[in-house]
């Protein structure tokens, strides 16, 4: 089974700080995604990878930065965080097969 | 612009109660139609895909069908237990990203 592992399942940070949020997968996938979720907007796109070095914005990359320094591993790098960017953080992978998800990180911004 | 919309927002049953979830979509050049379903607090878990117009896929209770326009999840004899939320997804025109619905949240009581 493939496994998409979010470092944590809940962060609290401050207004300003640069945050960091990490997801690995173990299957070798050379496509990589981060969504946020929101009540009544749904999935929405941030940033994808489909190759290390590589990546493209989604519909909604203000305010987001990525780095995939190495296959397994794609950050969401928040700059300067804000209180519209609390919310359910969702990374993915893709192999040959269906779209694979973490279980998220929920971070609030205070 | 690609398009999914899923209805109803939320729907409640009786155990046992059989009903359909839908969903439509606007997208020239299907590739896919995907459902997952998502429990409170974690990710987006895999349930169907489907590729082309009748065809039909079967999980328990759950049975996916698809149309040129649109997308059933069929739920016969719900046990609570297939409480969650319901989503939807299509890629979009740009390559490998899924572009979501809002879910429908199916609440199943006993």
């Known amino acids: 089974d493939v496994k998409v592992t979010q470092s944590s399942r809940y962060l609290v940070k401050r207004t300003g700080e640069k945050v960091f949020l990490e997801c690995v997968q173990d299957m070798d996938h050379e496509n990589m995604f981060w969504y946020r979720q929101d009540p009544g907007l749904g999935l929405r796109l941030i940033y994808f990878?489909?190759?290390?070095?590589?990546?493209e914005k989604g519909d909604i990359p203000e305010g987001y930065s990525v780095s995939r320094e190495k296959k397994e591993r794609f950050s969401l790098i928040l700059e300067s965080a804000s209180t519209n960017q609390t919310s359910m953080y969702l990374c993915?992978?893709?192999?040959?097969?269906?779209?694979?998800f973490g279980n998220g990180t929920r971070l609030t911004v205070t | 612009e690609d398009q999914v919309t899923q209805s109803p927002e939320a729907l409640r049953l009786q155990e046992g109660e059989s009903s359909s979830l839908n969903c439509s979509y606007t997208v020239s050049g299907l590739r896919g139609l995907f459902w997952y379903r998502q429990d409170p607090g974690k990710g987006p878990e895999f349930l169907f895909t489907l590729y082309s117009a009748g065809e039909e896929k079967e999980k328990e209770r759950l049975k996916a069908t698809l149309t040129k326009k649109e997308s059933f999840l069929h739920i016969t004899a719900p046990k609570p237990e297939d409480s969650a939320t319901y989503l939807c997804a299509v890629p979009g025109q740009a390559g490998t990203a899924l572009i979501f619905g809002k879910g429908t949240t199916l609440s199943v009581s006993s």
């Open positions: 993915a992978s893709l192999g040959g097969g269906p779209l694979h």
């Open positions: 990878s489909y190759d290390v070095k590589m990546k």
